[in-house]
C-alpha cells in the first residue's frame, strides 16, 4: 500500500515493512506476530482512512489501527464477552468506503467499523434466509463507483450489499445455467473505465451484465494464463491487469485481447497472492507474489512491436537431414513419407516464448497451433501434392501471418500412376470387348444350330413318321379288302405309334425352336391347343390366358416341361374328367408363374386314387421346372390343378 505521503508500506508474513528512499530499502516498522498461536498473525492487507489512519489487517491476531500523526498504536480483536467487537480475528481484507466506514471480512463474518463509536456491526450468513450474507468466509470487498459495496465470498459466491435496507442479494455458480457465476469462489473485483463489473473467482473471469444480472464468463482457454485469478485492477486505457498463479495478464475488454507476462518479462514469479494489488493516485499498479512484489507504470509497459522472419531450418527424411540449400521444395518416393520439418521465428528478445502454428495444404483444412514447439513431423501421407505453410510470432504475440511455405511432392508407386490406370483400363476394355464378341459368337451358334435341329428333325424325321404313317395306312386298307385280321391289327398298332412319335417329335421341334422365344408365341399355342381340344369334347371353357408376360424368357428345357404339363393337364380334362365345364388362368406375380387349371367333372379322392404316369410326370417336370405343382380332386366335385414356379 502507498499512502497519501506517498509512503510505500508492505506487510511480509507478520512484518510491516515501510520503504526509506533515502536509504534505499525497506525497513522493519512492527509484528504483527502472536507467538505459540495456529495463525500467528500473517499481514493479509493494508487500507488507509480518510483520517489518514493506516489499518493493518492480519490473520489470526486481528485488526492493527496506526494513528496518524499522533503514532497512536490500537489493537481490535474478537472478544466474546463483547457484542461489539470484532467477529474474528482472521482478517482477510480492508475497505474503507465513501461514507467513512471500515468494512472488514474476516473468516467469520463481515465486520463494519464505524469510527466514531469505535464499535464493530456484524453480517452473517443466517440458513434460511436468502436475504443475508451468503457465506461467513470472506475473501475480497470492492464499493463501485455507485458507492454500491460487493462482498466476494470463498464458497457463497457474490454478494451485493444495499444500504438502505441492509440486506444482501446474492449471485451464485448455476451448473446447469451457461450465463451464472463461474464459481462460488470469488477473489477478486473491480470495474472497467466503462464501468463494468467484473469478478474473478477460482474458476474464471467473469462480467456482469447489470441490467439482466445474467454473467459473461473467461477461462484459461480463452487466453488467461490460468483461470485461477488471485487480484486484478484497471488502469487508465481501459485494460484489466490480472493477477494469477501462472503469472500476469493485461486483458483489453473491449477488443477481448490477452497479453500475458512471466518471469522473463521480470515478473517476481508465476504465482501471486490473493487480493495483493494496490493501484496508486499517479496510475502506478502493485502486485505482490510469493517472491516479492512488482511494480509499473500500465502506459509504459509496451509490447515487442518486431514481426520476425519465419525460416525452416531442417527437413528430415527417415530420421536422415536433406540439404536444402535455398529451395522450397522436395520430391519423396511413396516409400519416403516419413519426415519432419523444423523452423524458427527470428526473434530472439524471449525466443522460448515466440508461437507458431502450420497448415498442410493438401491435409489439412485450418492452422494448427504448435504453442512454443517449433518442429513437426507426418506420416504415411499418400501419393500427391502439398504446401507445408508456417507462420510464427514473437515472445509478445505479434504475428508474422504470411510466414514460409515448402512444396513437399510424394510420387506414387507405378501402379498407381495415370499411364499404368489408362494402361490396364484398356487392357480390361479389350478382355471385356473380346468376352463379349465370343459370348455373342457362342449365342449365334447356339441360335444356328437349334434352328438347324429343328429344321433337321421336321424334314428328316417328321418326313419319315409321316411317311410311315402313310404307308401304314395304305396296307392296312389293303388288308381290310383281304380280311386278314392279325395284319390290321399290328398295322394299326404301328400307324398310332407313328402318330404319337410324330406328335412328340413335333413337341420337341417346338421346344427348341428360338422363334418360340418370346412369351406371345407360347402364350397363342397355350391358348389354340386348350380351345381346339375343348371344342373337339363340346366342354364349355373360360381362357384367362394374356397375350403376354413381363417375366423372363424360358429357356428350352423350362419350355418344354411347362408345356407338357399344360398339355397333360387339359389333354386329363377331356379323356378323363366327363365335366361340362373347364377353367384356364395363367398369371405372374414379380418373376413367379402360376398356372391353374379346373373342371367340374367327377373327380376322384386323391388321398385313395393311385397315381397314374400323367400324374407323375406333372409332378416330376414341376420339380424340374424347381417349383410345385398342386392336385385337388373329390369325387363328383371336380378336379383343380395349380403349377407355381419361378422363371
Request: glycine letters at 8%; proline letters at 4%; one cysteine or more.
Amino acid at each position: 500500500h502507498q499512502d497519501r505521503r506517498g509512503v510505500l508500506w508492505v506487510g511480509t508474513d507478520f512484518v510491516l515493512n515501510r520503504w526509506e528512499p533515502r536509504q534505499g530499502r525497506f525497513v522493519r516498522f512492527f509484528s504483527t506476530e502472536k507467538v505459540g498461536a495456529r495463525f500467528p498473525g500473517y499481514i493479509f492487507d493494508i487500507a488507509e482512512d480518510p483520517q489518514n489512519n493506516l489499518w493493518v489487517g492480519t490473520y489470526g491476531n486481528g485488526l492493527y489501527q496506526f494513528h496518524n500523526p499522533s503514532g497512536e498504536i490500537r489493537h481490535f480483536t474478537h472478544d466474546p464477552d463483547e457484542p461489539a467487537s470484532l467477529s474474528s480475528n482472521r482478517v482477510r481484507v480492508l475497505l474503507p468506503d465513501d461514507r467513512g466506514f471500515l468494512w472488514v471480512g474476516t473468516a467469520h463474518g463481515l465486520n463494519r467499523f464505524d469510527p466514531e463509536t469505535g464499535q464493530f456491526s456484524h453480517y452473517f450468513s443466517e440458513p434460511g434466509d436468502p436475504h443475508t450474507l451468503s457465506h461467513n468466509d470472506i475473501n475480497t470487498l470492492y464499493q463501485d463507483r455507485g458507492g454500491v459495496v460487493w462482498v466476494g465470498t470463498s464458497n457463497g459466491g457474490l454478494c451485493r450489499f444495499d444500504a438502505a435496507s441492509e440486506t444482501f442479494r446474492t449471485y451464485r455458480h448455476n451448473p446447469g445455467d451457461p450465463h451464472s457465476l463461474s464459481s462460488n469462489a470469488v477473489t477478486a473485483i473491480c470495474e472497467d473505465l466503462q464501468g463494468q463489473l467484473w469478478v474473478g473467482t477460482s474458476n474464471g473471469l467473469n462480467k456482469l451484465d447489470r441490467k439482466t444480472g445474467q454473467w459473461e464468463q473467461f477461462y484459461e482457454s480463452d487466453g488467461l494464463p490460468t483461470s485461477y485469478i488471485m487480484a486484478m485492477s484497471g488502469d487508465e486505457q481501459g485494460n484489466l491487469w490480472i493477477s494469477t498463479t501462472k503469472g500476469l495478464c493485461r486483458f483489453g475488454p473491449e477488443e477481448r485481447s490477452y497479453r500475458n507476462y512471466a518471469v522473463e518479462d521480470g515478473l517476481q514469479g508465476l504465482i501471486f497472492e490473493m487480493g495483493s494489488v494496490f493501484r496508486a493516485e499517479n496510475g502506478e499498479l502493485f502486485f505482490g507474489g510469493n517472491n516479492g512484489f512488482n511494480r509499473f507504470f500500465p502506459e509504459k509497459v509496451r509490447d515487442n512491436a518486431y514481426i520476425p522472419p519465419i525460416v525452416i531450418t531442417s527437413f528430415k527424411k527417415l530420421g536422415k537431414a536433406m540439404p536444402l540449400a535455398g529451395s522450397n521444395s522436395v520430391e519423396l518416393s511413396y516409400k519416403e513419407n516419413h519426415f519432419s520439418l523444423e523452423f524458427a521465428a527470428l526473434d530472439f528478445s524471449h525466443p522460448r516464448r515466440n508461437a507458431y502454428a502450420y497448415m498442410l495444404e493438401g491435409l489439412d483444412e485450418k492452422w494448427v497451433e504448435l504453442g512454443t514447439r517449433r518442429s513437426v513431423n507426418f506420416s504415411n501421407l499418400a501419393p500427391g501434392h502439398y504446401v507445408f505453410r508456417v507462420k510464427g510470432s514473437n515472445s509478445d504475440g505479434v504475428w508474422n501471418e504470411e510466414g514460409t511455405s515448402m512444396h513437399i511432392t510424394v510420387t506414387p508407386p507405378y501402379w498407381e500412376t495415370l499411364w499404368f490406370r489408362v494402361l490396364l483400363l484398356t487392357a480390361v476394355a479389350g478382355v471385356l470387348v473380346l468376352a463379349y464378341r465370343y459370348r455373342v459368337a457362342r449365342l449365334l451358334e447356339v441360335e444356328r444350330t437349334r434352328n438347324r435341329i429343328a429344321q433337321d428333325l421336321h424334314d428328316e424325321v417328321g418326313t419319315a413318321l409321316s411317311s410311315i404313317s402313310y404307308f401304314a395306312q395304305a396296307i392296312r386298307s389293303d388288308a381290310e379288302a383281304r380280311k386278314r385280321p392279325f395284319s390290321l391289327k399290328f398295322l394299326s398298332l404301328i400307324s398310332e405309334i407313328s402318330a404319337e412319335a410324330q406328335e412328340a417329335m413335333s413337341d420337341i421341334v417346338w421346344a427348341i425352336d428360338p422363334n418360340n422365344d418370346e412369351w406371345d408365341r407360347i402364350l397363342a399355342k397355350f391358348r389354340r391347343y386348350a380351345s381346339d381340344l375343348f371344342d373337339s369334347k363340346g366342354i364349355a371353357y373360360v381362357l384367362q390366358i394374356p397375350e403376354a408376360l413381363p417375366l423372363h424368357k424360358l429357356d428350352v428345357n423350362q419350355r418344354r416341361n411347362f408345356w407338357l404339363i399344360f398339355k397333360e393337364m387339359i389333354t386329363n380334362i377331356v379323356r378323363h374328367a366327363d365335366c361340362n365345364r373347364a377353367r384356364v388362368t395363367i398369371t405372374s406375380e414379380g418373376q413367379t408363374l402360376s398356372l391353374v387349371v379346373e373342371d367340374d367333372g367327377r373327380g376322384f379322392d386323391s388321398s385313395c386314387r393311385s397315381e397314374g404316369n400323367g400324374v407323375r410326370n406333372i409332378y416330376a417336370r414341376a420339380k424340374m421346372l424347381g417349383g410345385r405343382a398342386t392336385l385337388t380332386s373329390e369325387g363328383g366335385r371336380g378336379t383343380r390343378w395349380e403349377l407355381r414356379f419361378g422363371v
